[in-house]
């Protein structure tokens, strides 16, 4: 089973004047510069040649606005990409303020899907948490589980480090102790699960202390992307290609990192602009030096055979 996760950098279906378009791989509603519009479209033509190449069974997106989004980018860019269709799509309303929600693409059939927008620290059974309120939603977008095959994801988007990451620190902690506890939740102490959280975790590098995430990580996962080289563990450029960081993450239970022992992630960051200039394999031809790209974000891509 091949699995792709890409933070697609605020994909929105507008409709002005009754015609729809697709806003580009920018942030905000305002263009960050005269003429950034016109590159809406070269950018989401990219964002589909990524998805296309990576060819995945199932395809885990962050920032898609809503289901209507999803299928045109579906049938219309990621079909002139070359993709053979998804038969079964996803996209639900999650807590984003703005919209951006998390979605799924699946040439599986999906056994279940459940969104965990509605939680709150207090119906997940959580302590106190300094900064969190215990009955106010937990999730800053949604944990979507799903089970697809063998395998079960917990699809994530948490809190960025920004404006104050001071302040984010203590939500993406809650986050993450959220996911932990849906995941214990529903396999309890077997040994033998097969799960990955996968998505955007926002978690910033070279932070002044422990990790927001830590809940997370080893030993009670196996961190996937641990297994690249040093050089490779990065997936996301700031623009003007001031810093790398790798906020995008698969944890994988022990059990499948144990199953797969040799099963290592990819990082396809063919589509991101030549701004990142640490990237130094080919890219899309029209990825310009900032615009048109595909997003801020690379992809990752795993492939856990016979799965």
């Known amino acids: 089973m091949r699995i792709l996760s890409f933070n697609v950098q605020n994909l929105r279906l507008r409709r002005p004047g009754g015609r729809p378009r697709l806003d580009g791989a920018r942030d905000g509603d305002a263009e960050e510069e005269p003429g950034a519009g016109a590159l809406d479209l070269a950018d989401r033509r990219l964002t589909a040649r990524v998805i296309a190449a990576a060819a995945a069974d199932v395809v885990c997106l962050q920032e898609v606005f809503d289901r209507a989004t999803l299928d045109f980018f579906h049938d219309h860019l990621m079909r002139a990409a ?11 309303p999650g807590n984003d303020g703005r919209g951006r929600d998390l979605a ?18 207090e119906t997940l059974g959580l ?10 939603r937990l999730f800053r977008r949604d944990c979507l589980i799903v089970e697809v095959g063998a ?19 203590p939500v993406r902690r809650a986050e993450a102790l959220g996911v932990r506890r849906l995941v214990e939740r529903r396999f309890g102490a077997h040994p033998g699960p097969l799960w990955l959280v996968l998505g955007d ?12 995430i830590l809940p997370l990580l080893p ?35 022990p059990a499948l990192a144990a199953r797969f022992p040799e099963v290592r992630p990819e990082v396809l960051r063919q589509g991101m602009s030549g701004e990142a200039a640490r990237h130094r394999g080919p890219r899309l031809a029209d990825v310009g030096r900032h615009r048109p790209h595909a997003s801020d974000h690379a992809a990752l891509l795993v492939d856990f055979p016979g799965l």
């Open 219 to 253: 030993p009670f996962s196996a961190d996937l992307l641990a297994r690249l080289p040093p050089g490779e563990r990065w997936s996301y450029a700031l623009a003007g290609g001031l810093g790398y960081s790798l906020p995008d993450a698969m944890l994988a239970s």
């Open 82 to 92: 070359g993709c053979p269709p998804y038969p079964w799509r996803v996209c639900l």
């Open 104 to 121: 799924l693409l699946s040439r599986r059939p999906l056994a279940a899907v459940e969104s965990h927008a509605a939680e709150t620290p």
């Open 151 to 169: 395998l079960t994801l917990f699809l994530c988007h948490f809190k960025a480090p920004w404006p104050d990451p001071a302040a984010a620190w």
């Open 201 to 212: 975790l926002n978690e910033p590098a070279g932070g002044p202390g422990p990790p927001a």
């Open 127 to 136: 302590p106190d948490l300094p900064g969190v309120a215990r009955d106010r």
